[in-house]
């Protein structure tokens, strides 16, 4: 099981750049494919990227592909969301998702066991 604490979002100008990180509990983290997820009001959760448990393949969401760019660091246990050339419509709660030994095509929020509490980015026109 892995416990996982999102942190970076914030108020930024279009534009703008934030990085979210996600930070993972447990010993096992890299045995656990991890994705990103946003929420806007009134809206579905939906996919933004995943990466792989180890070698790194990572996936995207047409929307984000070439603006953001997940990563992670199994040393220290976190993932993270390098987001750039931010829009309004990025505005959102972002969540990070894990599942043991998932694929990077794992675009569903079902695909997903364990989550995050979230963290809100506002993209400012």
């Known amino acids: 099981q892995v416990q996982l604490v999102e942190s970076g979002g914030g108020l930024v100008q279009a534009g703008g750049s934030l990085r979210l990180s996600c930070a993972a509990s447990?010993?096992?983290?890299?045995?656990?494919?991890m994705g990103w997820f946003r929420q806007a009001p009134g809206k579905e959760r939906e996919f933004v990227a995943a990466i792989s448990c180890s070698d790194g393949h990572t996936g995207y969401a047409d929307s984000v592909k070439g603006r953001f760019t997940i990563s992670r660091d199994n040393a220290k246990n976190t993932v993270y969301l390098q987001m750039s050339s931010l829009k309004p419509e990025d505005t959102a709660v972002y969540y990070c998702?894990?599942?043991?030994?998932?694929?990077?095509?794992?675009?569903?929020?079902?695909?997903?066991?364990?989550w995050g509490q979230g963290t809100q980015v506002n993209v400012s026109s």
């Open positions: 998702a894990a599942e043991l030994y998932g694929s990077v095509r794992n675009a569903l929020p079902s695909d997903y066991n364990y």
């Open positions: 447990g010993r096992t983290f890299s045995r656990y494919a």
